[in-house]
């Protein structure tokens, strides 16, 4: 059997599985169009990250691989990366009204027009990867996500998780709580909300500004994802110290946009193929960040990089404006108060577990 032939039957075998997965997880958009079996499919998607970018946008490209694959090249999905089609911080805009068929981003980019988008991504001093994903997949997260995506036409998938990121990089020391009054720092989300409450300044650009304005000063400080990402865009040529832990973001997830009249348009096994490759990246975008963060930290501390730790009144102190601004966010939207009720009630179980049992394996065996 033809190796193109062997994808062919393993994309039918994983078409099968996530159809009844899908069933578990999430009812999604119905309506597929049975006379579109046999025909083949062009498609587009933007995306925020630099062509060909580690971690993120290599995810972005294995998806489009691996539809073709499993599809036997029914549904071909040519990636662009930001700015080739639409910008960075537009993806969400394009897929709505129908530019893109597809789109992959992170969901806290269009929280100025979806404010409960950022519930879907990271938290301050929130959920890990495996977290997440099982508030996602097991917890009703997915159902309430498309639901909050459904009046701008699209529907969301889970396609890619950093892991716990790094507190970013700083040209001014962090001692004091007081050192992040006047801080101009380039972080989205919540975080980003976090640092304002906290005297500073935040400024929202794309991966491609970030280093020339780290570097002339334009910002003082810039969190991005971790070592793996900030070393590609050489952020340790442009900054003095590094700090950790990521208590922005101990994860965030990425997602796959489809725009929904487009999905209506596939039959139902190419919608099992979408939804299996977009499990595969979440699965697999994580893995790829575990191992090679290891790898790149490992590689800037042989640059002379200083690694630092956050001091404990400055992460407690953070911790309680974090706590603030996730419960002001939430209130000021009554989509977002709704999904944080759900995700929050939730959460607590699985942190309940973690604190009960993971926390401990952690202390014992470093």
């Known amino acids: 059997m033809k190796r193109r032939d062997i994808l062919a039957a393993a994309g039918v075998g994983l078409a099968a599985t996530a159809l ?79 530019t893109a068929e597809m789109g992959h981003g992170a969901p806290y980019y269009w929280k100025g027009k979806v404010p409960a988008a950022q519930f879907f991504c990271a938290l301050p001093f929130g959920p890990n990867a495996q977290e997440m994903n099982a508030w996602l997949h097991r917890g009703g997260g997915m159902e309430l996500w498309e639901e909050v995506y459904k009046p701008f036409g699209v529907l969301p998938m889970a396609c890619g998780a950093s892991g716990v990121q790094t507190a970013g990089w700083f040209n001014k020391e962090i001692n004091s709580v007081e050192d992040f009054r006047g801080l101009k720092m380039r972080t989205p989300g919540l ?126 102190r953070l911790k309680e404006v974090a706590a603030e601004v996730v419960d002001a966010s939430a209130a000021a939207d009554p989509v977002a108060s709704k999904v944080w009720e759900q995700q929050s009630a939730y959460l607590k179980r699985l942190y309940d577990y973690a604190e009960l049992n993971e926390k401990d394996i952690y202390n014992i065996r470093g």
């Open 20 to 98: 009844a997965g899908c069933k578990e997880e999430s009812t999604g958009t119905a309506g597929a169009n049975p006379a579109a079996e046999q025909q083949t499919f062009n498609w587009k998607m933007v995306t925020s990250w630099p062509k060909n970018f580690p971690g993120v946008g290599v995810g972005a490209e294995r998806f489009a691989r691996l539809v073709d694959e499993m599809s036997n090249g029914r549904l071909k999905v040519k990636v662009y990366a930001a700015g080739e089609l639409v910008p960075a911080l537009e993806v969400f805009d394009a897929v709505s009204r129908g």
């Open 191 to 316: 975080g980003g909300e976090v640092l304002t409450k906290m005297g500073g300044t935040v400024v929202n650009m794309p991966a491609g500004e970030i280093f020339t304005s780290l570097q002339t000063g334009a910002i003082d400080a810039t969190e991005w994802i971790g070592p793996y990402n900030d070393m590609a865009l050489g952020l340790h040529k442009a900054a003095k110290y590094y700090y950790t832990p990521g208590w922005q973001e101990p994860n965030v997830t990425f997602e796959l946009d489809v725009n929904i009249k487009a999905w209506e348009t596939l039959p139902a096994d190419l919608q099992a193929i979408v939804r299996a490759a977009a499990r595969d990246v979440n699965g697999d975008m994580l893995d790829d960040y575990n191992a090679q963060n290891m790898e790149a930290l490992e590689q800037l501390r042989e640059q002379g990089v200083e690694v630092r730790r956050l001091p404990d009144e400055v992460l407690a």
